[in-house]
Nanobody
Framework: QVQPVESGGGLVQAGGSLRLSCAAS????????MGWFRQAPGKDREFVGG????????AYADSVKGRFTISRDNAKNTVYLQMNSLKPEDTAVYYC?????????????????WGQGTQVTVSS
């Protein structure tokens, strides 16, 4: 079982940057594609981006493309979400999720394990 744990959220001004980390507790971490999702108050959870198990492929939502970057360090069982040029509409709880597949999934139901989430607040 993979248990993702997110960290790195906080309050930042518009235009600023944050880096989220997600540590997972499993030796076979490199068998899992990882995804980042977010949920703003009153809105549905949405896909932010994902990375394949070996890190060779990434995918992003149009709303974050060019501003957010996902990477992973399989030696540290950790995936990262670098968020630049943040906007108030990026405010949400961000979740890390693990998928029991090498390939990225774009939908939440494709992921097997979820973290508790970390709050990101972007002030205008």
């Amino acid at each position: 079982q993979v248990q993702p744990v997110e960290s790195g959220g906080g309050l930042v001004q518009a235009g600023g940057s944050l880096r989220l980390s997600c540590a997972a507790s499993r030796r076979t971490f490199d068998n899992y594609a990882m995804g980042w999702f977010r949920q703003a108050p009153g809105k549905d959870r949405e896909f932010v981006g994902g990375i394949s198990a070996n890190g060779g492929n990434t995918a992003y939502a149009d709303s974050v493309k060019g501003r957010f970057t996902i990477s992973r360090d399989n030696a540290k069982n950790t995936v990262y979400l670098q968020m630049n040029s943040l906007k108030p509409e990026d405010t949400a709880v961000y979740y890390c999720a693990a998928r029991g597949s090498w390939r990225i999934g774009l939908q939440g139901y494709e992921y097997n394990y979820w973290g508790q989430g970390t709050q990101v607040t972007v002030s205008s």
